[in-house]
């Protein structure tokens, strides 16, 4: 038993006990507090990371952007790539709640679920008509080649006088 009242509407406290794993959540109550149904159903949304890299051509490996999102959980059937309005490359999916078990106790639910999308407004060098995604131990690649840019040719003048 605690020694110290609870003034934040708990009948028991644990901060006197030094190993709880409770924290107080002083946003508890409002609207879209941390276990609200907005917040579960959202979470996945933010939590989406994504890396956007450009490479330069190397030998044989062509110049390219190069998304990579981790997806942990999903496979390639739960994501859709797309590219909208010419130059937007859009990542979406859902990662399903587990469905409750009547005779399941829940300890803990920290894992995210909900849909996702990230939206990428790609540069004028993009090739839009050769990208490509594969999507491997949970992480998603996709591969935007970049237009090759020629060197001008450079013609010497001689000068007279």
Not at 3 to 25: Q, T
């Amino acid at each position: 038993m605690s020694l110290i009242p609870s003034f934040f509407g708990s009948s028991r406290s644990n901060i006197s006990d030094p190993f709880s794993l409770e924290v107080w959540d002083p946003f508890k109550d409002f609207p879209f507090s941390s276990e609200s149904q907005f917040a579960k159903e959202n979470s996945a949304l933010v939590n989406t990371r994504v890396d956007w890299k450009e490479t330069r051509q190397w030998k044989e490996t062509r110049a390219a952007h190069v998304f990579k999102a981790d997806l942990p959980g999903l496979n390639k059937e739960e994501v859709k790539v797309e590219v909208e309005d010419d130059r937007v490359l859009q990542i979406s999916g859902e990662r399903k709640m587990e469905k409750e078990e009547k005779k399941d106790t829940w300890h803990r639910v920290e894992r995210s679920s909900g849909k996702f999308l990230r939206r990428f407004r790609l540069p004028e060098n993009a090739k839009m008509d050769e990208i490509k995604a594969s999507m491997e131990n949970g992480v998603l690649t996709v591969t935007v080649p970049k237009v090759e840019v020629k060197k001008p040719d450079v013609k010497s003048i001689e000068i007279s006088g």
